[in-house]
């Protein structure tokens, strides 16, 4: 597992012993969005992505023991992710996540499409690179991790 994927379970698992206890004992973790991001960016942009997963897909790292559970780690994911972003002094990455989180979960409960868009654009406004091959397998994962 990449440093990320190890960073965000570290993390999360020294928070509390639910979440320690819901990681996966075999994780399947690959960086989505980060590649597209600068990589001082790359920490926040995949927790808040992993709290995303556990509201609306499949979870790289977790295996919630329920929708209740699954649900409460996405949020607290979320805030990590976000105090993440804040720690870097920047407003302008905390205030484009904030509202990539909000109009993500607005679209997901109209049952619209185009969230995968909104994560790419979003990731290369952080300072990334407009690499159409990255952009192209990033959504692709998306895709696949969101059914």
Excluded at 109 to 137: F, K, Q, V, Y
């Amino acid at each position: 597992m990449s440093t990320l994927g190890t960073e965000i379970a570290d993390r999360a698992a020294a928070e509390s012993p639910l979440w320690r206890a819901s990681l996966r004992a075999e994780p399947a973790w690959e960086p989505v969005f980060s590649p597209l991001a600068e990589e001082r960016f790359g920490l926040a942009l995949e927790t808040i992505y992993e709290g995303y997963l556990l509201h609306y897909g499949v979870s790289r790292l977790f295996a919630a023991a329920d929708r209740d559970e699954a649900l409460l780690l996405g949020d607290a994911l979320y805030a990590q992710g976000l105090v993440d972003l804040a720690g870097l002094g920047e407003v302008e990455p905390v205030a484009a996540l904030a509202e990539l989180i909000a109009s993500c979960a607005h679209r997901r409960g109209e049952g619209a499409d185009g969230d995968g868009e909104a994560w790419a654009e979003t990731a290369a406004s952080l300072g990334g690179r407009r690499d159409a091959a990255a952009r192209e397998r990033a959504l692709a994962t998306h895709a696949r991790l969101l059914g």
